[in-house]
């Protein structure tokens, strides 16, 4: 199973809104609801933004949100600040794979 | 305090073996999947290998399946990754995950994230 597919930096101004791109196929996101995002802070462990493509888990701030088109899946964040200027993964889970998690190849931040 | 702390990483030889630990705290730990998930420094995250809340159940990535095996025991909070015939290509922060749970007024049920996560422990396998 490969790796999904993110671009490597997207950068954006304080303030603006920014969308981060996560690439499958029909067999991984294309087929799935159950797609996640993780910010990873350097240094640290991941950190759960998104799961199930929209939702928010408690105490995550409402400037992150998700979104899902076929075999593309979407994190937009909005009011960027200059703390959002970490590393960001997307996941996607397909039960029936034999590999049924995939990570994509990350993203980073820049916030000019 | 809610924690996951893993333990066991080190230096080892290609073939080696090393067994990693993972404590759990300050949750039910027997409501939970767990997984193991690693990050080669400075590169991006590979999923591992994953075990259901009773243990009968488990997955592996292609790239461990038959060398790594993974355990849990829910009588002392704890998950277990044995890794045998390790490779340099193995070498990797591996982190401990809590799969996330979502209820509704009826059930819960496993959404296929990873809502926890430990501070990781390294496994370098060089000669």
């Known amino acids: 199973q490969s790796a999904l597919t993110q671009p490597a930096s997207v950068s954006g101004s304080p303030g603006q809104s920014i969308t981060i791109s996560c690439t499958g196929t029909s067999s991984d996101i294309g087929s799935t609801n159950l797609v996640s995002w993780y910010q990873q802070l350097p240094g640290k462990a991941p950190k759960l933004l998104i799961y199930e493509v929209t939702k928010r888990p408690s105490g995550v701030s409402h400037r992150f949100s998700g979104s899902k088109s076929g075999n593309t899946a979407s994190l937009t964040i909005s009011g960027l600040q200059p703390e959002d200027e970490v590393d960001y993964y997307c996941?996607?889970?397909?039960?029936?794979?034999?590999?049924?998690?995939?990570f994509g190849t990350g993203t980073r931040v820049t916030v000019l | 305090e809610v924690q996951l702390v893993e333990s066991g990483g080190g230096v080892v030889r290609p073939g080696g073996s090393l067994r990693l630990s993972c404590a759990a705290s300050?949750?039910?730990?027997?409501?939970?999947?767990m997984s193991w998930v690693r990050q080669v420094p400075g590169k991006g995250l590979e999923w591992v290998s994953d075990v259901n809340w009773s243990g009968d159940n488990t997955a592996y990535a292609d790239s461990v399946q038959g060398r790594f095996t993974v355990s849990r025991d829910n009588a002392d909070n704890s998950l277990s990754l044995q890794m045998n015939s390790l490779r340099a290509e193995d070498t990797a922060l591996y982190y401990c995950?809590?799969?996330?749970?979502?209820?509704?007024?009826?059930?819960?049920?496993?959404?296929?994230?990873?809502?926890?996560w430990g501070q990781g422990t390294m496994v370098s396998v060089s000669s």
């Open positions: 996941c996607s889970y397909e039960g029936s794979s034999s590999s049924p998690f995939v």
């Open positions: 995950a809590r799969q996330m749970r979502d209820c509704n007024r009826i059930s819960c049920f496993t959404v296929y994230a990873f809502d926890m």
């Open positions: 300050g949750f039910i730990f027997d409501d939970y999947a």
